[in-house]
């Protein structure tokens, strides 16, 4: 194994660490162009393509601060799979420099994919983000949070275009206590963290957010003129079996370097 980089000891008391600068310009562009490419040809996509977006429209308005599905149009809020509409993204998730980020902070060489997606804040109106922990989650997670979600930066995020805000140290909760204020968030809702202990993350383009499991974190709206679109993935120890019944293309993938 490597000597542990300097991001390792911020990940580690925080539960989120950000690697400035981790992707060139040439490259972010392209991905930026990929995304462009979907949102500007949803009329055209077939049903499959479709049924891995989630639009704006289609989700209540109470987190776009009551701006209704008629003012929306087709934006987009999750781009799914980006991977089957470019392989770019692909390149991105197999990139060395990302897995071995990934092996780092998960303390293993034998590392897989769970999924990833492109999740967007359309300038004006794009809904905020409850406060949640990914772990446990019920879309693709393993019994333990044996994972980390990797966040690349687009467009860069300030608190104006909805940044993630992050309650540093929340990741020292045993996973007992994870899943306990996990039902208690699917009864009675989630609960709002005080603001002074919430750290927002103002990131440039290219910049990776590397996210504890544990950690508690979420956003507000983007109330700004620009775009705010990170590429999200999820990875995981390859030891560690999935107890969620979904999958996408690149979940169990072996990442090797
Ligand atoms: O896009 C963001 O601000 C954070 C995404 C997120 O919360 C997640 O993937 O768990």
């Known amino acids: ?27 972010i562009e392209a991905l930026r162009d990929a995304v462009d490419a ?18 704006e429209r289609d989700l209540s308005a109470r987190r776009r601060d009551g701006i209704g599905a008629e003012a929306v149009g087709d934006a987009l809020f999750i781009l799914g799979e980006p991977e089957t509409f470019d392989p770019v993204f692909l390149r991105l998730l197999t990139w060395p420099p ?11 060489d034998a590392v897989v994919s769970h999924f990833m997606n492109v999740t967007i804040k359309h300038p004006r ?3 905020s983000i409850a406060w ?24 860069g995020m300030d608190a104006e ?45 290219g910049d990776l957010v590397l996210i ?10 983007n109330t700004g003129v620009r775009p705010r679109r990170n590429v999200v ?9 999935l107890v969620t019944g979904f999958r996408e293309s690149t979940t169990g993938l072996v990442l090797s370097p």
Request: glycine share 8%; with cysteine; charged share 15%.
């Open 233 to 241: 993935m999820q990875i995981g120890l390859a030891s560690a079996p």
């Open 212 to 221: 504890h499991p544990k950690v508690l974190h979420g956003g507000g709206m």
């Open 98 to 108: 990302l897995v071995q980020a990934a092996q780092l902070a998960l303390g293993s």
């Open 38 to 55: 979907v949102q500007r040809n949803v009329a055209t996509l077939s049903e499959a393509e479709l049924a891995r977006l989630v639009f």
């Open 161 to 205: 275009t909805g940044a993630t805000g992050f309650v540093p140290g929340t990741h020292r909760v045993s996973d007992e206590a994870a899943r306990e204020a996990k039902r208690h968030e699917d009864a009675h809702g989630t609960s709002v963290p005080a603001a002074q202990t919430v750290q927002t993350l103002v990131c440039a383009p």
């Open 1 to 27: 194994m490597r000597p542990p980089p300097a991001w390792r000891a911020a990940y580690e008391a925080q539960g989120f660490a950000v690697l400035p600068g981790f992707v060139d310009a040439a490259w």
């Open 132 to 155: 949640h922990r990914d772990f446990p989650n019920t879309y693709i997670c393993p019994e333990g949070p044996d994972f980390l979600r990797l966040m690349l930066c687009l467009d």
């Open 125 to 127: 109106f794009g809904r």
